[in-house]
């Protein structure tokens, strides 16, 4: 099982960038599939992105498709959000969740991303 640690969240205007990032610990990163999460207030929490463990197929939801990007270096435990022209409404707190089959899903503790002018 690994642990996740989210960072990069914080305050950006309308049209603006952040890249969030998630460090995992304690397993072979290679076996997970990874996704990013968000849970706007009053909101059920949604995914916004998929990736594979190899990297290979990747999915996006379609209120973030053609604005954000995931990625992941399996050589440095990472995961990656890059968060193009960000609006009011992709304000949010953002975890990473980590998956593998029989082992359970593991959450990070998330990072707070706000979109205001």
């Known amino acids: 099982q690994v642990q996740l640690v989210e960072s990069g969240g914080g305050l950006v205007q309308p049209g603006g960038s952040l890249r969030l990032s998630c460090a995992a610990s304690g397993d072979t990163f290679a076996l997970y599939s990874m996704g990013w999460y968000r849970q706007a207030p009053g909101k059920e929490r949604e995914l916004v992105a998929y990736?594979?463990?190899?990297?290979?197929?990747?999915e996006y939801a379609t209120s973030v498709k053609g604005r954000f990007t995931i990625a992941r270096d399996n050589a440095k435990n990472t995961v990656s959000l890059q968060m193009n022209s960000l609006k009011f409404e992709d304000t949010a707190v953002y975890y990473c969740k980590s998956n593998r089959f029989g082992s359970p899903p593991t959450w990070g503790p998330g990072t707070r991303v706000t979109v205001s002018s």
């Open positions: 990736i594979s463990s190899s990297g290979s197929r990747i």
